[in-house]
């Protein structure tokens, strides 16, 4: 991915707000970094700034640094910490961590116990949040 002058002036400004503790600066730092930043992907760097975005209660962020504990990418997998970083993501309405737990209660997946109860639970609070 080629990115342009313009492109790293823009970075640098984001990581600028993100460094003054601006959250949502944090968020969108760590989604550029984990998404690929001139063909690679950062995804320590982007650990880091999502639990930046997430310890100052940013739920999308919360998710994403609890899915990439799970899988372990960029930070070593800790299914204890990245579960309960999803379920607070969950808990502040985000969608996308209310379907993990879902199918993850559902099917017995990630270290969750098989629960068709919490399963359908989260998956009826995911689909009223649409």
């Not at 204890?80 to 970083?85: F, I, N, P, S, V």
């Amino acid at each position: 991915m080629e990115v342009s002058h313009q492109g790293v002036s823009q970075l640098h400004e984001l990581q600028r707000k993100a460094e003054a503790g601006n959250t949502l600066a944090q968020y969108e730092l760590a989604s550029v970094l984990a998404n690929g930043y001139r063909g690679k992907h950062y995804h320590e760097d982007s650990f880091y700034w999502y639990m930046k975005a997430a310890l100052r209660g940013h739920a999308e962020a919360m998710w994403m640094a609890g899915l990439l504990l799970v899988k372990g990418e960029g930070v070593e997998s800790t299914l204890e910490a990245g579960l309960h970083l999803i379920h607070l993501a969950a808990t502040k309405c985000c969608s996308e961590a209310m379907h993990f737990l879902a199918d993850a209660y559902q099917q017995g997946m990630h270290g969750v116990p098989k629960n068709s109860q919490q399963g359908d639970y989260w998956k009826r609070l995911a689909e009223s949040t649409r």
